[in-house]
């Protein structure tokens, strides 16, 4: 049986949310905040996202849509293209696989599985950007950003947790 179109459309709309959301994120992560000193080391919006998305709806944020976050990220950012790609396709995969031990009973695992993995990649961030620039670049800026990020976790996974609701919501018209 043929699916009736509006239903295929709103189908096809929902797989879109997350990958839109995502460039949200990397829009409100480089816009300047006018808060001194936090634009070197603001949230890692996109790295909540790529992390919350893989914990629960994996299918809803496959890698293509990451590699794009993530351009769009480096390429906005002024970073060096494919850095903050490769970071965010890695942390894609490193959920992905320990998906199981993120997904345990309590909000506390998750957010300390978040802070594992900001760590993890603002240690890469550093070590990769030192590599790139063949000197040690100021670590302070990655301590901050995943810090900041780590405690920001909690009301990103609210905000993101309520686009869950609403897309499940919305099955019973698909």
């Not at 629960?56 to 293509?64: E, R």
């Not at 802070?115 to 063949?134: D, E, I, K, P, R």
């Amino acid at each position: 049986m043929i699916e009736p179109w509006p239903r295929r459309l709103l189908a096809n709309l929902v797989l879109l949310v997350p990958p839109l959301v995502g460039f949200v994120c990397v829009l409100i992560g480089v816009a300047p905040s006018g808060v001194s000193g936090i634009d070197a080391a603001g949230p890692a919006l996109t790295l909540m996202l790529i992390y919350f998305w893989t914990i629960f709806q994996p299918h809803l944020l496959p890698p293509p849509a990451v590699f794009i976050i993530g351009l769009l990220q480096d390429t906005l950012s002024g970073a060096p293209i494919g850095l903050g790609t490769l970071i965010l396709l890695g942390v894609q995969q490193f959920v992905a696989r320990e998906r199981r031990v993120f997904t345990a009973r309590t909000f506390g695992i998750a957010w300390f599985g978040f802070g594992v993995v900001a760590f993890l990649a603002a240690g890469a961030g550093w070590l990769l950007g030192s590599l790139h620039g063949a000197r040690l670049i100021e670590l302070q800026p990655f301590v901050m950003q995943m810090l900041l990020s780590i405690a920001l976790y909690p009301l990103a996974s609210w905000i993101f947790g309520q686009i869950v609701r609403l897309l499940d919501s919305l099955e019973e018209f698909r």
